[in-house]
């Protein structure tokens, strides 16, 4: 009974002292490559910030809400009673092969033809707002 419960003591203080890794750094959006790169669109700007605004400004003017927690932004479609019909992520990340950023689109909840409708949409008015400045 005495060793089990310094064994605990022990094991709270080592998860205490390790550090843990960050999934949304401020260091900058994340790489990917290999098998990461599927459901990434590319974009023609090297700037992350300026992929994320446009985005941003996107989904604001199809009327879907969305909220940004780093570089991922999380869009949500409500039917008329409230219930979610579409879920989704955009995630700006960098591709190093083209030196370029890129958006990763994933579907979390709801129908798929209307998810590929809505992104579509999107991105093609990210790319329209990209190639206006």
Same mark, same amino acid.
């Given at each position: ?15 205490m002292? /390790?550090?843990?890794?960050? %999934? ?7 790489? +990917? ?5 599927? #459901? $990434? ?36 479609? /409500?039917?008329?009673?409230? %219930? ?5 992520e955009?995630e +700006? ?5 083209? #030196? $370029? ?33």
């Amino acid at each position: 009974k005495v060793f089990g419960s310094l064994e605990r003591g022990l094991d709270k203080m080592k998860n205490m002292l /390790t550090p843990r890794k960050r %999934l949304n750094s401020c260091d900058g959006p994340v790489t +990917v490559t290999g098998k990461g790169l599927c #459901n $990434v669109s590319s974009t023609s700007h090297h700037n992350p910030d300026a992929v994320l605004n446009e985005l941003t400004r996107a989904l604001m003017f199809k009327g879907i809400a969305c909220q940004q927690k780093g570089y991922i932004l999380r869009g949500k479609i /409500t039917d008329p009673s409230g %219930l979610a019909k579409l879920s989704f992520e955009l995630e +700006v990340v960098r591709i190093p092969n083209l #030196n $370029v950023v890129g958006i990763r689109r994933k579907r979390l909840k709801g129908d798929a033809w209307c998810y590929k409708k809505v992104c579509e949409e999107v991105l093609r008015m990210t790319a329209a707002g990209g190639q206006r400045e």
